[in-house]
């Protein structure tokens, strides 16, 4: 009798504790922050495992420039852009890792305007919605080990480890995407037809600035572990509106491109292409350094293009394993209209 009553009480903690850790999970999951009304980085785990071909990673420059349903239309690969805003070359190593696991995709495309972070860590929120969408996990724990600050306090730690600690004052402010992650079908990319007309900007800039030390450790580390992996890399560089306050970062980016030719790493550089591109200064630009819709479609049918000319990748349009994919670009057509109709009072998050 005693023995049945100890199994009892164990069966009853054990439930209690997986109760506890359930509604602990729920309770954090609708409090994160969601990149998007698609939760960027978390809805990335939705996908069936080994099904994305490609992945676009960087910072907003990526996820405003790179369409994974245009890619699907025009060539017929599977795509998802891992990209977050103010994403520093060294939060990007860590989500590849992440995308390796899961994907293990035939080529990373990395949007390099990271480089002109001047740490590995760029701001608590940025970072936050970076990585909170992650699991735990050996690359979370690495995170915790190796990126964040060692000036962090215990309580900056812990609002990591339990990010419900970090937004535990959101229960006011919560939204219905809070609770299901909206818009799926547009796998990381963000649908913007608001425009900002841009000056055409003269001679792209050739020289060179130094950046980063860790950064550049980082971008090694990228090569060294696509190519452990065998993964296929890509670096480039969308366009830009303005170079008067962009300079900068350009003169970053010749940097990068330079060690990406030592590295024998290929480099689209977008900036060098306007005139294949057909940009158009009067549309294609939402603000002074990030595309439209309009420079996105552009963007996306000239990288999609290529990364089919230069890497096996499948169509698999037709095939009906991804029949999921071809009513998500139905649903994509939809939203676009949607989001066009609305442009001119939509308010949209500002970017970085």
């Not at 390796?100 to 590995?120: C, M, N, S, W």
């Not at 913007?192 to 090694?220: D, R």
């Not at 290529?306 to 994919?325: F, K, P």
Request: net charge negative; aromatic share 12%; proline share 4%.
């Amino acid at each position: 009798m005693l023995k049945r009553q100890k199994i009892y009480c164990v069966v009853c903690v054990a439930v209690f504790l997986l109760l506890f850790l359930w509604c602990f999970h729920k309770s954090t999951y609708i409090l994160r922050y969601k990149a998007h009304a698609n939760d960027t980085v978390g809805s990335f785990y939705n996908e069936k495992s080994d099904s994305i071909d490609v992945v676009f990673v960087g910072s907003s420059h990526a996820y405003r420039g790179f369409s994974p349903m245009e890619a699907w239309n025009r060539q017929g690969f599977t795509s998802y852009t891992l990209a977050t805003q103010e994403q520093s070359i060294p939060v990007s190593y860590y989500l590849m890792k992440e995308a390796i696991r899961t994907q293990h995709p035939k080529v990373i495309v990395l949007e390099v305007y990271g480089a002109k972070f001047k740490a590995d860590y760029t701001t608590t929120p940025r970072v936050h919605a970076a990585i909170d969408g992650i699991p735990i996990n050996r690359t979370k724990l690495e995170i915790f080990g190796k990126l964040l600050p060692r000036s962090m306090n215990m309580s900056e730690i812990l609002e990591f480890v339990f990010p419900i600690i970090y937004y535990h004052d959101r229960w006011d402010s919560l939204e219905e995407k809070d609770f299901h992650p909206l818009n799926s079908c547009l796998r990381g990319f963000l649908v913007s037809y608001k425009t900002q007309a841009q000056e055409e900007p003269g001679e792209v800039p050739t020289e060179e600035e130094k950046i980063y030390e860790g950064a550049m450790e980082y971008l090694e580390k990228i090569v060294s572990l696509c190519r452990e992996n065998n993964v296929e890399l890509l670096l480039c560089q969308t366009p830009s509106g303005d170079y008067s306050s962009y300079g900068i970062v350009r003169r970053k980016v010749n940097t990068v491109k330079k060690r990406a030719q030592e590295l024998g790493v290929p480099f689209v550089d977008f900036e060098q292409l306007r005139d294949e591109l057909h940009l158009d200064y009067a549309t294609d630009f939402r603000d002074h350094t990030h595309l439209s819709m309009y420079g996105a479609e552009k963007v996306t049918n000239y990288i999609s293009d290529y990364l089919t000319e230069h890497y096996e990748l499948v169509d698999h349009r037709g095939d009906g394993e991804y029949a999921d994919w071809e009513q998500d670009y139905q649903d994509y057509l939809l939203l676009k209209e949607e989001k066009r109709l609305s442009s001119s009072t939509e308010v949209e998050p500002a970017d970085e």
